[in-house]
């Protein structure tokens, strides 16, 4: 399934570490498998985006081997990637060349350096496992520099730290998550740039909760954020997630001025303690009283439970409770 001459740039530039890129003789730049993650992102794109992706720009930021960038160039549209490091780059030419796409560029660069002025402006972005290799500030200004160059949507494939025992102060305020060991301090730049899969030269790195990752997505100018469940990756971790973001404009509220005039919330950090009283399990006295005590008698109880606990606080809104 691997051609001679790939084979041959394989031993000479070393071997492609992840994407199986399927080349015009039919064969792979490695033995072919199943990209779940590609089919996802370019899946949630194609529904997203608002148009034909041969109508679309996009950005592939670290794109290692170039397999993303590629297989949008496949579907017409234009595609630039950005990688750091050479020998991936050299991979992303070798599959370029092989498949005669011409409307697919490919830069070395560091993607903290990504700004308007330089690369343009893109309908659709692809930041697929990079954000997690940043330290947190590094990160937090790269989410708003890919506000900047993206007019459409965002396509975020990131670890997500399930605690956030660690707090960072940032320019614009807290974020929370871990950090993450990418290198040792000790490493020289060779060391560094050898590691494919680390980041480039901070020994550390940051992983955001959830909580905070949205936040500074809204801070950034995105409007909507969504985590995308289907196409699913299987036998993905769990701290792995894809979201989509749209960078739209605030809507206006017509028919609710308290509505429209409200700021914008912004995740609170840890999972919420409010749910229906339907989910919590509860005893069979309690069950049968529910069911056989009349209701005079269990709302003039009702106050005495909350008051110790044992039912969460009234969440009825005050026009129901005048309704009732």
């Known amino acids: 399934m691997i051609n001679p001459e790939t084979a041959r740039f394989a031993r000479e530039q070393g071997e492609w570490t992840a994407m199986a890129i399927k080349l015009p003789d039919g064969s792979y730049t490695r033995e072919p498998a199943v990209d779940h993650r590609l089919k996802r992102l370019v899946q949630c794109a194609q529904d997203f985006v608002g148009k034909p992706l041969a109508e679309c720009r996009?950005?592939?930021?670290?794109?290692l081997e170039g397999h993303y960038a590629i297989e949008f160039a496949a579907h017409g549209a234009e595609c630039v990637g950005i990688e750091a490091r050479q020998v991936s780059?050299?991979?992303?030419?070798?599959?370029?060349?092989a498949l005669g796409f011409e409307r697919v560029t490919f830069f070395k660069d560091d993607v903290r350096n990504l700004r308007a002025a330089r690369y343009g402006k893109f309908d659709i972005v692809i930041c697929s496992g990079i954000l997690y290799h940043l330290p947190a500030q590094d990160a937090a200004d790269f989410i708003g520099s890919i506000a900047e160059v993206c007019t459409e949507i965002l396509l975020l494939d990131t670890f997500v730290s399930l605690n956030g025992r660690s707090r960072v102060e940032l320019r614009d305020g807290p974020v929370y998550g871990h950090p993450y060991f990418e290198h040792h301090e000790n490493d020289d730049e060779g060391m560094r740039a050898s590691k494919l899969w680390s980041s480039v030269?901070?020994?550390t790195s940051f992983w955001f909760t959830e909580s905070s990752?949205?936040?500074?997505?809204?801070?950034?100018?995105?409007?909507?954020?969504?985590?995308?469940?289907?196409?699913t990756t299987p036998g993905f971790p769990r701290d792995r997630k894809t979201y989509l973001a749209r960078r739209g404009t605030p809507t206006a509220i017509m028919t609710?001025?308290?509505?429209?005039?409200?700021?914008?919330?912004?995740?609170a950090e840890g999972l919420s303690n409010l749910m229906d009283a339907s989910q919590t399990e509860r005893s069979k006295v309690f069950r049968i009283a529910k069911t056989y005590?009349?209701?005079?008698?269990?709302?003039?109880?009702?106050?005495?439970?909350?008051?110790?606990?044992?039912?969460?606080?009234?969440?009825?809104p005050d026009f129901m409770k005048k309704r009732q």
Do not use: W
Request: net charge negative.
């Open 58 to 63: 996009v950005l592939d930021l670290a794109c």
């Open 201 to 203: 030269d901070n020994a």
């Open 256 to 267: 609710s001025d308290p509505t429209h005039e409200e700021q914008p919330h912004f995740m």
């Open 293 to 316: 005590l009349p209701a005079p008698v269990k709302n003039a109880i009702k106050p005495l439970l909350r008051a110790v606990g044992i039912l969460p606080p009234d969440q009825t």
């Open 89 to 97: 780059l050299d991979k992303c030419a070798y599959a370029k060349s």
């Open 213 to 231: 990752l949205v936040n500074l997505l809204m801070k950034a100018g995105f409007t909507t954020v969504v985590e995308i469940l289907a196409p």
